[in-house]
T-cell receptor, first 113, second 116 residues
Framework: GENVEQHPSTLSVQEGDSAVIKCTYS??????FPWYKQELGKRPQLIID?????GEKKDQRIAVTLNKTAKHFSLHITETQPEDSAVYFCAGGTSGGYQKVTFGTGTKLQVIP | DAGVIQSPRHEVTEMGQEVTLRCKPISGHNSLFWYRQTMMRGLELLIY????????DSGMPEDRFSAKMPNASFSTLKIQPSEPRDSAVYFC??????????????FGPGTRLTVL
């Protein structure tokens, strides 16, 4: 089965700086890589996803990159704000008929005002 | 749409008791997932239903756990008997794979279970 590793486990940045979270996956058949944000006491919510037919996707201050050859993908948050503080989970799996995704262990991001 | 609905939001029970968690997926979604979240093990997939049929239950910890989906709008996760190590937040999520590209899983608010 798929194994997703996520680093770092905690990350502190100054407000306005960039934050980068990295994940690797093991199953070369995986083609769908969502990222979820979970605020304290809340549910995980999708913030962005990328599929294996593209190498990069951007949505305002958030971008994801995917390197299929190396089997790793990353989340980039620019101009961080205090409200970006949360736990971020990457996940990898297959889209379509069988949707199982495997989650990484999460990165606790703290943005210091 | 109200989103994924879970009940109860909090459950405190004593070891050995039966616990039933409930989930109502988003209307029209045909995939349903049960996850367990703990500090030690992170977010674990317990079981996945597609069109009310269990597809993958390899994450179900042991025979004490069972899940059902009698129809497209309701699912239960049952723990019998419960043990202190079952204490966790249990999330239900749903998604649609009816031929569209999107695979977004929408999570419910979770049920925080404490087994004393």
């Amino acid at each position: 089965g798929e194994n997703v590793e996520q680093h770092p486990s905690t990350l502190s940045v100054q407000e306005g700086d960039s934050a980068v979270i990295k994940c690797t996956y093991s199953d070369s058949a995986s083609n769908y890589f969502p990222w979820y944000k979970q605020e304290l006491g809340k549910r995980p919510q999708l913030i962005i996803d990328i599929r294996s037919n593209v190498g990069e996707k951007k949505d305002q201050r958030i971008a994801v990159t995917l390197n299929k050859t190396a089997k790793h993908f990353s989340l980039h948050i620019t101009e961080t704000q205090p409200e970006d503080s949360a736990v971020y989970f990457c996940a990898g799996g297959t889209s379509g008929g069988y949707q199982k995704v495997t989650f990484g262990t999460g990165t606790k991001l703290q943005v210091i005002p | 749409d109200a989103g994924v609905i879970q009940s109860p939001r909090h459950e405190v029970t004593e070891m050995g008791q039966e616990v039933t968690l409930r989930c109502k997926p988003i209307s029209g979604h045909n995939s349903l997932f049960w996850y367990r979240q703990t500090m030690m093990r992170g977010l674990e997939l317990l079981i996945y239903f597609n069109n009310n049929v269990p597809i993958d239950d390899s994450g179900m910890p042991e025979d004490r756990f069972s899940a059902k989906m009698p129809n497209a709008s309701f699912s239960t996760l049952k723990i019998q008997p419960s043990e202190p190590r079952d204490s966790a937040v249990y999330f239900c999520a749903s998604s649609s794979n009816s031929g569209r590209v999107t695979d977004t899983q929408y999570f419910g608010p979770g049920t925080r279970l404490t087994v004393l």
